[in-house]
């Protein structure tokens, strides 16, 4: 899963967990928005929630990084999203086996 999962934050709170992972997987699945196929998306609830999304492939991680301004679409409201490199902490028994 190296380089295929970004953080992203910004979208509200008060968004269910399934609503919220909805519409984030139509957002960053857009070709337009540099998306591409997804394989998991994972929101974390807290505040701020955050989402973990993992791409099939790497290249369409780092496109959606280089997209500036990622903006979420809900109703007339609009959202502007932080999109970061997730980098996982990996234990030394992950580390070894590697």
């Not at 295929?4 to 968004?15: H, I, K, M």
């Not at 909805?22 to 997804?38: A, C, E, M, S, V």
């Amino acid at each position: 899963m190296a380089g295929r999962t970004v953080r992203v934050q910004g979208f509200p709170a008060e968004l269910p967990i399934d609503r919220a992972a909805d519409k984030l997987t139509i957002h960053f699945q857009r070709t337009r928005n540099g998306g591409g196929d997804i394989a998991e998306v994972q929101v974390l609830p807290g505040s701020p929630p955050c989402a973990l999304i993992t791409f099939e492939a790497a290249e369409v991680a780092q496109r959606i990084l280089e997209v500036k301004n990622h903006v979420l679409a809900i109703g007339r409201a609009r959202y502007l999203l932080e999109v970061t490199l997730h980098v996982a902490e990996l234990s030394p028994d992950e580390v070894l086996r590697g």
